[in-house]
């Protein structure tokens, strides 16, 4: 689990490739190994992808404002005591 937690802190740039080549190679045979970051990494990736090439979608006005209502009581509920 250790190993897990170092890892996701590097995890962004190991997608993006910024990452050192041996912090690399240590992620990639952590990755061979744990089948819950490869996950991870796997579901990271695709999701990265979907926002680059993915195309926006418009909501009903209604739909929209019920949705965005939502969202602010739930952040308001978690962030104002």
């Not at 041996?22 to 996950?39: G, Y």
Request: net charge positive; charged share 40%.
């Amino acid at each position: 689990m250790k190993k897990c937690n170092q890892n996701i802190q590097n995890i962004c740039d190991y997608i993006d490739g910024e990452l050192d080549g041996s912090l690399c190679e240590e992620i990639d045979k952590h990755l061979k190994e744990c089948r819950n970051c490869r996950i991870m990494v796997d579901t990271l990736r695709q999701t990265v992808v979907l926002c680059r090439e993915g195309r926006q979608e418009h909501l009903p006005a209604e739909i929209e404002n019920k949705l965005n209502d939502a969202l602010r009581r739930k952040w308001e509920k978690k962030f104002k005591k």
